[in-house]
């Protein structure tokens, strides 16, 4: 396999995984509302919302550690075109290469949820959106691919979940025991208020001693793209499926001692979380590597998705000044009139709407090979 070839199942896997965040989930939970109305069982309707603290992990939930782990899942391809490319000074390209990828991705963040358009110090947040977290996870797993090869990323993403682990658990902080796992008191929050001060986002979100959570994930997804990269076949999933139940079977062990709790990452929230994207994977690899002469036109609206993930993101994901969306901006006055003349389905028909036309665009972006990259 060349080195540039990219992977059907993860840039499927991705896909999905933005279908769903712009737009996809939207339109099915509005779907399911319509058909069942008020019967619409509540443990159904609270998958498609984040769990409150310490409540019960939701599919929701694992739409962020999907896209950091998918975001590892292709760095193997890419690094291996890289040693290519830069001879016996590849790991200094490489450098420049992450060094600049990783500030665009925390610029893009900041401008995603931290304010950064407002030009304003005193509403700018520093840490506050998924694409810091990839930018994060994606710095600490850069590094360890460019010096170890696939033991020595188990052993650092292993590392990884033990040291932040370690630290949650038992070191003390402002008075209060290790150990403390509390929405507005615990070790990641206090790092995080800390050192952020009045740029801290207010929330019980935490982003810098998570970063070691960030990495685990993304290595986690390295780990299972190199995999993939030199052996592919049925085997390959299984071992796949395998690895995610240790991960899930893991987590439930942990938890006995650590809270799974997605807003500080937890050590047993990233092997749950971790667990499901390696299974996820080994499915997509199953269905679009291995069967791909019966699924190439059904990965198609994914990939589309997933060969331009960061433009859907941020088309999505940035607000206008009136609080919608910059898509949604873009194709109201196309689809408003439409939409409302659907009463009572007004909602999901705008919904449908937009997720259509994003998909043509990006379906257009793709057949004329336009990605942005970052």
């Keep these: 396999m060349t080195a540039n070839k990219r992977i059907t199942s993860i840039d499927a896997l991705r896909g999905f995984d933005m279908l769903m965040l712009c737009g996809g989930a939207l339109v099915l939970r509005l779907l399911l509302q319509a058909i069942w109305g008020a019967d619409l069982p509540k443990e159904v309707e609270s998958q498609f919302f984040h769990a409150n603290w310490g409540g019960d992990f939701t599919c929701w939930d694992l739409v962020m550690p999907l896209f950091i782990f998918t975001t590892g899942a292709s760095m193997p391809f890419a690094f291996s075109k890289y040693r290519e490319l830069g001879g016996n000074h590849w790991r200094l390209a490489t450098t420049w290469r992450v060094a600049r990828r990783v500030l665009i991705l925390f610029l893009l963040g900041m401008l995603v949820q931290g304010n950064l358009a407002s030009a304003d110090a005193d509403k700018m947040s520093l840490f506050c959106n998924t694409l810091q977290a990839i930018a994060e996870g994606y710095f600490i797993a850069a590094i360890v691919l460019m010096f170890f090869k696939l033991r ?26 290790g150990g403390t796992f509390e929405a507005q008191h615990n070790l990641a929050l206090y790092i995080d208020c800390l050192i952020q001060g009045k740029w801290q986002d207010g929330t019980p979100y935490t982003w810098i001693l998570t970063a ?5 994930l993304t290595l986690m997804g390295s780990i299972c793209g190199t995999i993939i990269k030199e052996h592919q076949g049925i085997k390959t999933a299984l071992y796949l499926t395998i690895a995610g139940g240790a991960c899930l079977g893991a987590a439930c062990l942990l938890e006995f001692d650590t809270p799974l ?6 050590t047993t929230c990233v092997l749950w979380a971790g667990g ?19 699924s190439s036109y059904l990965a198609i609206p994914l990939q589309i998705f997933g060969c331009n993930a960061i433009l859907a993101y941020l088309l999505t994901n940035v607000y206008a000044p009136n609080g919608g969306s910059m898509w949604n901006g873009l194709i109201n006055p196309l689809i408003y009139g439409l939409a409302r003349e659907s009463a009572p389905y007004s909602a999901l028909t705008h919904s449908f709407l937009s997720l259509c036309l994003l998909s043509l665009l990006l379906y257009f972006l793709f057949r004329k090979k336009i990605f942005l990259k970052v």
């Excluded at 070691?212 to 685990?216: E, H």
């Excluded at 709790?261 to 937890?266: G, L, N």
């Excluded at 499901?276 to 019966?294: G, N, P, R, T």
Aim: charged letters at 5%; glycine letters at 4%; a neutral charge.
């Design 276 to 294: 499901w994207c390696v299974i996820l994977l080994a499915l997509f690899h199953l269905i679009f590597d291995y069967y791909q002469h019966l």
């Design 212 to 216: 070691l959570s960030f990495g685990a």
């Design 261 to 266: 709790i997605k807003h500080i990452y937890t």
């Design 152 to 177: 020595g990323q188990l052993i650092m993403c292993l590392t990884s979940l033990v040291v932040y682990w370690a630290l949650l658990r038992f070191v003390p902080f402002n008075n209060h025991e």
